[in-house]
């Protein structure tokens, strides 16, 4: 009779411990992933802010450039439109 009982608290503190460690896991891993899509904001805003400048910059170029050369920087700008999209999803 003892022996059972013994055997029923060692698998109860075996179990205990497993939750507390799988708890405190989770809490960690919660944690990371709210640091993880923090620093992903901030990383699409930068990247957009930049891809805004440049698109800026390319248009005021365009702007003091003759035509022959606007088909060229127009489709730079294409091309970099596109890799924005690339790079970050529209989630609609």
Request: glycine share 4%.
């Amino acid at each position: 009779m003892k022996t059972s009982t013994r055997k029923e608290r060692i698998v109860a503190r075996i179990t205990a411990g497993i939750f507390v460690v799988v708890v405190v896991a989770n809490v960690y891993l919660m944690g990371t992933n709210a640091t993880l899509k923090s620093r992903l904001n901030d990383e699409k805003l930068k990247n957009e802010l930049l891809l805004s400048e440049n698109l800026s910059l390319a248009k005021e170029m365009q702007e003091g450039v003759p035509e022959s050369e606007n088909k060229e920087l127009q489709e730079s700008t294409e091309t970099l439109q596109l890799e924005q999209d690339v790079l970050i999803p529209h989630s609609d």
